[in-house]
């Protein structure tokens, strides 16, 4: 007795319905319909869908093939539980299987049984699950990704909390409508209270009255124009435990920065409280940075500071002594160039260098005097900002006597020679000198070749032997003075 809900009038609907009709049926109720006998054995089968049956080779491998080999290991019991339900013609259930396709994955099927009349064959429909374990998948990996978003922005909240609370300058969030304090890290409570006090409460309370004008101009202008400059005022004194802050009990001065955020639809002020420095700090720092101009000052080497222009805004006494300089005012105004390297060349690279790199090490090229003394020197560089202004720093070490130390220069013509003078004279001049270094290693192969026979090492070179006498003389190879007085 069957436990579902059947057609009322299945013989006034189907009675006229032949084998080919029902088949047609079966079909199409379904992706894919099996037909079971009661081995368990697939006798034939029906698909809607082409490329179904190609990933699992239904039409090759299945018909004879037993049903429960052509499931996953962990799906063959939902298959003996699906034959069991239809032999009992218990209400048909759906159950989903894994197939094994050709290329050896799984394919989710979602399969029914249905024992069909009198004899022992079972119809099996199934329905192709493929789209929605794709949709299911990508559902995993969506939740996989924002579970990992979650997971980063949980990361970056508790860096910022923690360098919130532990910066030295005291920070405050503020309200952007009510200008009341929502955050504050603890050195801020140091200064202002603890978070009773300060928690809640409007940021200008912190602050006599005038003063109280002063940082409700600020915020208003930060919120006008998206930034202000920042403001010195005085605080009112941090009221002990269980008293109120008076204007008659002055604080510390501080200067008070802001700037806008937002959060969500929320703007938010956040508000720093730098204090000022004491008189002791500031002197302390003026003394170490008097102490450093005078090193600079008097240092060995040369200092030189030049606006974007290359003219010079001030230079050490190391330089004028390089560039035979009596005053620091003959230099002042003057572009570099005009001592130091090719004129209109080295200057140009190294400040092309600057603009790009921020910094330049070790340059080499050569420095000139007033008066016609050289000296090779070595250039580092680096880009500043002074006073809002962009400018260039150049130290200038003589190298001259370092250079002396070291092992005799190559000689003049080999090849050493000219990758030296690389940026030190012109492409056409260095031609000129690599069509010589090659001409005159030629004539010496030549030479080496024929045994010093120069008749045969002028004729191997298609050289005439006056033009060979000539080459021989312009590059001082052979004692030509010797054969001249000896054929005399």
Request: glycine share 8%; aromatic share 6%; with cysteine.
């Amino acid at each position: 007795m069957a436990l579902f809900k059947a057609f009322s009038t299945p013989t006034k609907i189907f009675g006229g319905l032949d084998a080919e009709g029902a088949a047609t049926l079966i079909a199409a109720a379904s992706d894919m319909a099996l037909v079971i006998d009661d081995e368990g054995a697939i006798q034939d089968m029906a698909f809607q869908s082409e490329d179904l049956a190609r990933d699992l080779d239904m039409e090759r491998a299945w018909i004879g093939r037993p049903w429960i080999d052509t499931v996953t290991v962990e799906s063959r019991p939902k298959v003996q539980a699906l034959m069991r339900d239809a032999a009992a013609r218990a209400t048909p259930r759906w159950r989903h299987l894994n197939q094994v396709s050709r290329g050896g994955g799984d394919v989710p099927v979602l399969y029914s049984a249905v024992k069909v009349g009198d004899e022992s064959r079972v119809v099996v429909f199934g329905r192709d699950l493929r789209a929605v374990s794709a949709l299911q998948q990508r559902l995993v990996h969506a939740q996989q990704s924002l579970e990992q978003d979650y997971s980063r922005l949980r990361h970056v909240e508790t860096r910022y909390r923690l360098l919130f609370q532990m910066s030295a300058e005291p920070v405050l969030v503020l309200d952007g409508t009510t200008a009341k304090v929502t955050e504050a890290n603890q050195a801020a409570h140091r200064l202002l209270g603890d978070a009773k006090r300060v928690l809640g409460r409007p940021l200008p309370q912190f602050f006599p009255p005038d003063g109280a004008e002063r940082v409700q101009a600020l915020l208003a202008a930060v919120q006008a124009a998206g930034r202000a400059d920042d403001i010195r005022v005085r605080l009112l004194a941090a009221p002990e435990e269980g008293a109120e802050a008076t204007a008659d009990k002055p604080g510390p001065e501080v200067a008070v920065s802001a700037s806008l955020f937002r959060e969500d639809s929320t703007v938010l002020f956040l508000v720093r409280l730098g204090l000022a420095a004491s008189g002791a700090t500031v002197s302390a720092a003026s003394r170490s940075r008097a102490a450093l101009l005078r090193l600079v000052e008097d240092a060995p080497d040369g200092f030189v500071v030049i606006a974007t222009d290359g003219r010079i805004i001030t230079a050490n006494a190391a330089f004028l002594a390089l560039a035979q300089l009596p005053s620091e005012e003959q230099a002042r105004g003057e572009t570099l160039d005009r001592w130091l390297g090719r004129q209109g060349v080295d200057l140009d690279v190294l400040i092309a260098n600057l603009r790009h790199r921020s910094s330049v090490r070790l340059f080499a090229t050569v420095l000139r005097g007033e008066y016609g003394a050289t000296a090779q020197v070595e250039v580092s560089a680096v880009s500043l900002t002074s006073g809002g202004q962009q400018c260039y720093g150049f130290a200038i070490r003589d190298v001259g006597a370092r250079l002396q130390e070291q092992p005799a220069p190559p000689a003049r013509g080999s090849v050493e020679h000219l990758t030296e003078l690389i940026g030190r004279v012109p492409l056409k001049e260095l031609v000129r000198q690599s069509t010589d270094v090659i001409e005159r290693m030629c004539i010496e192969a030549a030479l080496r070749m024929t045994g010093d026979n120069r008749a045969s090492a002028a004729e191997m070179l298609g050289l005439s032997r006056q033009s060979f006498y000539m080459k021989l003389h312009r590059y001082g190879i052979g004692d030509l003075a010797a054969e001249n007085g000896g054929s005399a």
